[in-house]
């Protein structure tokens, strides 16, 4: 999935040398076997984070985007709402620069997409997100975030 505003539809090339590097490392990895954790693909450019954690409601995460990073959000297992907006017009509540990760006030109005096993999301840096949220009822997932430098 990929969604993105008409006008940025040409600022960014999806198939360019970093992202095929991280499709490969997804399509070729174990992923249920992998550790929680960090793995470098490609120097820093491209970063793959290993998680797991209980989803929550919606309404209790938090609004995220990146400057400098992609992300492609791999679902490994369990379900996942994940709340998704243009972050034109967002209050920002936190910058944490180190980790690239600009922190938003919930917006009133967002949109959101149930995450299946299989299933990954890409999110350009013009996109807040909200990780963690529980389509029905919390549960456990394991996802992988990969990182991709712009």
Not at 2 to 17: C, M, P, V
Not at 58 to 80: K, M
Not at 92 to 103: A, F, M, P, R, W
């Amino acid at each position: 999935m990929y969604a993105a505003e008409l006008k940025n539809i040409d600022r960014y090339d999806l198939k360019n040398e970093r992202f095929q590097k991280a499709y490969a490392w997804l399509q070729k990895q174990d992923l249920t076997q992998l550790a929680v954790g960090d793995y470098t693909i490609e120097d820093n450019n491209v970063i793959a984070h290993v998680q797991a954690y209980m989803t929550k409601p919606i309404e209790q995460c938090t609004f995220e985007a990146h400057d400098v990073f992609f992300d492609i959000q791999y679902l490994i297992s369990g379900q996942e709402r994940f709340g998704i907006c243009s972050r034109e017009g967002l209050t920002v509540s936190k910058k944490e620069e180190q980790n690239d990760t600009i922190l938003y006030q919930a917006p009133a109005v967002y949109g959101s997409v149930i995450l299946q096993p299989g299933d990954l999301i890409i999110v350009a840096p013009e996109e807040a997100h909200a990780p963690h949220g529980a389509a029905e009822q919390p549960m456990e997932v394991r996802k992988v975030v990969v990182k991709v430098r712009i």
